[in-house]
């Protein structure tokens, strides 16, 4: 006689899901958009500026038989995360999956690091996923997800001039472990995904940049924005229940 608990099957279809993306006009917020809503899941998705761009992925969600919902939001504004939550919930009648994933790239001396930069990093960074969690629990059942997109270089910082963007992410593990311990009990998993180099426009693989860092990778290829798409829709269906309170660092082993 067997004393397994019988569980819902492992895989990652989302079907009658509904995500939220912050950030989810272009590079890896929109590949995580598309990723959800290919694996069964209606999307929300936030942008800053680029409306045209959210209005584009959102057409491509529609292709794939899915409901888009696109929200302007800047997430260095308090009062806009949570109106993003109770959006999603009012138009698409529920929410299971957050994905933080807005983010900005600061670069520069610290000594050269203003004040206004220095607020708006730890806003984007640090307070919105705080604030994201916390709109969010109340309606996130069993089998809810948090997933915020963190950063390789937090565990190795291989250059210089980082050092605000590097301490920022790094307050995304500490949320991640925390969360995961508090709303476990819940059925709620917590998790980061940590990127390393990735064709992006803000990190193009053709970037002035882009040689040195490859030198620090074991594969030696930037990564792709489908990968990190990828190790999300791994997290956020059934194939990641028993994941939580962690890191997932796909980077091409940067930091091997």
Do not use: C, Q, W
């Given at each position: 006689m067997s004393n397994t608990t019988e569980t819902e099957p492992i895989n990652s279809d989302l079907s009658g899901k509904v995500a939220l993306v912050t950030g989810g006009s272009r590079g890896m917020g929109a590949a995580i958009a598309r990723g959800l809503a290919a694996a069964g899941a209606d999307v929300a998705l936030t942008y800053h500026q680029n409306k045209e761009g959210a209005e584009a992925v959102a057409a491509d969600l529609a292709g794939l038989g899915r409901r888009g919902l696109v929200i302007a939001a800047d997430s260095a504004d308090p009062a806009a995360i949570g109106d993003a939550v109770d959006r999603t919930v009012a138009e698409l009648g529920r929410l299971d999956i957050v994905i933080n994933n807005a983010g900005v790239?600061?670069?520069?001396?610290?000594?050269?690091?203003?004040?206004?930069?220095?607020?708006?990093?730890?806003?984007?960074?640090?307070?919105?996923?705080?604030?994201?969690?916390?709109?969010?629990?109340?309606?996130?059942?069993?089998?809810?997800?948090?997933?915020?997109?963190?950063?390789?270089?937090?565990?190795?910082?291989?250059?210089?001039?980082?050092?605000?963007?590097?301490?920022?992410?790094?307050?995304?593990?500490?949320?991640?472990?925390?969360?995961a311990r508090e709303l476990g009990p819940r059925g709620i998993t917590v998790n980061t995904v940590q990127p390393g180099p990735t064709d992006t426009d803000m990190n193009p693989a053709r970037g002035e940049s882009a040689d040195l860092q490859r030198g620090f990778m074991a594969l030696g290829e930037y990564g792709s924005v489908d990968d990190i798409a990828a190790a999300v829709i791994f997290l956020a269906g059934s194939t990641g229940r028993q994941i939580t309170g962690t890191t997932l660092t796909v980077d091409g082993g940067g930091n091997a």
């Open positions: 790239f600061p670069y520069g001396p610290v000594e050269e690091t203003d004040l206004a930069e220095i607020d708006r990093t730890i806003a984007i960074h640090v307070r919105a996923p705080l604030l994201a969690a916390r709109a969010a629990v109340p309606h996130l059942g069993r089998g809810g997800r948090i997933i915020t997109i963190g950063s390789n270089l937090v565990e190795r910082a291989v250059f210089g001039d980082i050092a605000l963007y590097t301490m920022t992410k790094a307050a995304n593990n500490g949320l991640t472990r925390a969360l």
